[in-house]
């Protein structure tokens, strides 16, 4: 069985390992530089992570243009590429007959296939992510930026794609078709979770003075989700000028007018942000979130596959 998967999925594995080694060699590289030219990086004047890399480290514009991007999207693959044909390629060629008359128990034989590629996909992304956490350390301005590609979300985000993939494939049956769907559902899933992620945890909300406003746009490491003007309630109202009713068009009196309301109705400035301590704790609840779906999709696979025939 170990040998058969080997065999089917031996192409695949020798272009994935060249993938890692690639990807690898990338933060290594960059890694290293930004911990020797640390002290001489100009990190705390950085207003954009993206920005700091590509002008103050070596391959930079490939590390943030490719290598970041293509690891956060890398579950995507494994889920097409691996999940998606797993059960749907046996179904499609008819060959899930002569697996399951066997001798070895078609709950054995899924459970021995599963188990095998969710082992190696959990090394190599631990692997993977256990770099880039190493590789982010020294960025703790913009931890945020990175959030999808350190930490146990990146392995969970793979065995997530691994388990919706193969229940694609139970219940489409046809590999194509189901490397699609596999594709459409996980691009909705991570899109979704990337904008719900924040709000794993109710965000902190602070009011400020217009009169002071040092920390208007949060402190580093924060995750700024909102800022603007705000009633005395604390309600957002929106652009200034619309709320007071001022005309900014060839008005010299706008400045003016805009401190008179302001201090009429008591306008303040809002922020709503998560701070830098919750990083880790929506790293682990987002984890947990994906693991419990992978569970889900899994006890679906078995429970399609008990439904048909042998």
Excluded at 58 to 66: E, G, M, Q
């Amino acid at each position: 069985m170990i040998w058969f998967t080997w065999r089917q999925y031996s192409v695949t594995a020798i272009i994935a390992l060249a993938l890692l080694a690639l990807l690898m060699s990338s933060f290594i590289i960059t890694g290293i530089y930004i911990r020797s030219a640390h002290p001489h990086l100009d990190l705390a004047g950085c207003q954009q992570a993206m920005t700091c890399l590509i002008t103050q480290t070596p391959f930079s514009t490939l590390l943030a243009s490719i290598f970041i991007p293509f690891t956060a999207w890398l579950p995507l693959l494994v889920g097409v590429f691996v999940g998606a044909p797993l059960i749907a390629r046996e179904q499609e060629q008819r060959t899930h007959y002569f697996a399951w008359l066997q001798s070895v128990p078609r709950k054995r034989w899924l459970i021995t296939r599963i188990g095998l590629l969710t082992l190696v996909t959990l090394l190599a992304f631990g692997l993977l992510t256990l770099l880039t956490t190493w590789w982010a350390q020294p960025l703790t301005r913009f931890p945020w930026d990175w959030f999808n590609i350190q930490g146990p979300v990146l392995p969970a985000y793979a065995l997530c794609a691994l388990t919706l993939g193969i229940a694609v494939g139970a219940f489409v049956r046809y590999t194509v078709p189901a490397m699609a769907l596999t594709f459409v559902l996980f691009l909705a899933l991570f899109m979704g979770l990337g904008k719900a992620y924040p709000y794993l945890l109710p965000p902190i909300t602070t009011t400020y003075t217009l009169s002071n406003v040092n920390n208007a746009w949060g402190q580093p490491g924060d995750l700024v989700l909102y800022t603007g003007y705000a009633d005395q309630q604390g309600h957002e109202i929106g652009e200034i000028s619309t709320y007071c009713n001022v005309s900014m068009v060839n008005n010299s009196q706008y400045g003016t007018l805009v401190q008179q309301c302001s201090r009429a109705r008591h306008i303040q400035w809002k922020v709503i942000y998560q701070p830098h301590a919750r990083f880790w704790p929506l790293q682990w609840i987002h984890t947990a979130i994906q693991l419990a779906l992978s569970g889900l999709l899994l006890l679906l696979t078995f429970w399609r596959l008990r439904q048909r025939r042998a």
